[in-house]
């Protein structure tokens, strides 16, 4: 901690992370898995292609019937077979002698070479009886997808600490793998403290306002892998948060997120209550200075975060988010990260690191530049709707200058 009270970003994320244990883990079928971390490498059940199979719709050929193949002097062949993709068949092909086939189908033994429909004289019109090669394959094995060319039995298609999306799952399923070995999903719960709340919609009265951080930390846990398990409120004054905490590890929770209650206020109703399970620091950070972490007795992490809405975004980014993947065996708990320059200048706070939420100006492709999606309050939530990255400046950056090149964390 530095003369000013103020800890490290790295420091506080640290202490957080020493905190985590992975969960446990579970097999479950592919089509359970989207959004799922890997714990357990995936490797190829069959050959990706199964088979030699053809690429085209056309004529399995033997390279050497058709090599000298043109449009002045055709190749005359005669179709002995007719493979649509999924026969089992493997006719045997002599001299002068064609299979017609179509995409995917199996290859024939005998066949070297695929000709498509586009390069004889019929086409698909003219293509069960004698054909007229008008243009020779390029070589052997011409338009034939091989065998394993993609992966071999047993290869490593996806390695641990993957999170599994479309793509991976079809590379799965591909490889006839039924099954894979994921991280269970955190449980979360997710408490707004603040006797100002009401839902959205309630009709206000004067001191109140919408209560619209559950939202955002709720899908930001989603987002992160995360089951939500408890939404709730509760008041400035009482005994509210520990009756939050009983609740969430009634129904298994890992870790109770808070929002607002942790400043320096006299109605700080997290610090008030709970400082004998949570250490409350000050980060060098901008918006989320005031921070909380501990654990209850029974072992749930309890993360305190300020309650200002981008003050909390920023902070569940920081904090929560890294161990949320932390605990799921994650690979990389780091949000991907681009350099572009600012196309508007912008004030920095002294001696703390920015976190400003960002519009990415993509009108140019050849040079995507980033504006503030907010006017810079914390409490100006409305600015998040519109925000698709954060600007990360260094605490030493006095001023953003427009056309300076910023760091940019990525979020969508």
Partial sequence: MSGDG????????????????????????????RGRTLREPVRAAVDIPVFDNSAMDGFAVRLEDVADASAAAPATLRVVADLPAGTGDDPPLAAGEAARIMTGAPV????????????????LDDSLDRIAVL????????HVRRRGEDARTGDELLPAGVVLGSWQLAA?????????????????????????????????????IPESNSELLAGLVADAGGEVVLRVSVPDAGD??????????????????????????????VKNTLGDAMAFTKVRMQPGKPQGFGRSPAGTLLFGLPGNPVSAAVSFEAFVRPALLRMQGRASIDRPAIVLPAAAGWRTPPGRTQYLPIVIDRSDPARWTVVPATRGGSHLAGGLGRAEAYAVVPAAVETVEPGDLVDVMLIS
Wanted: without cysteine; hydrophobic residues 50%; negative net charge.
């Fill in 240 to 269: 509210g948060p520990r009756e939050a905490i009983a609740a969430a590890e009634l129904l298994g929770a890992d870790v109770v997120v808070f929002s607002g209650g942790v400043s320096a206020g006299a109605y700080e109703v």
């Fill in 108 to 123: 024939p033994t005998d066949a070297t070479a695929i000709v498509p429909f586009e390069d004889t004289a019929g086409g």
């Fill in 172 to 208: 799965a399923a591909a490889a006839g793998v039924a099954e894979v070995t994921v991280s269970r999903m955190p449980r979360v719960a997710v408490v707004s403290t603040g006797s100002e709340l009401v839902a959205p919609g309630t009709p206000l009265e004067h001191g109140q």
């Fill in 135 to 142: 243009r020779a394959p390029r070589g052997p094995g011409a």
């Fill in 6 to 33: 103020l800890i490290e970003i790295a420091e506080h994320l640290a202490v957080v992370l020493r905190a985590v244990t992975e969960l446990e883990s579970a097999t479950v079928p592919v089509a359970a898995a």
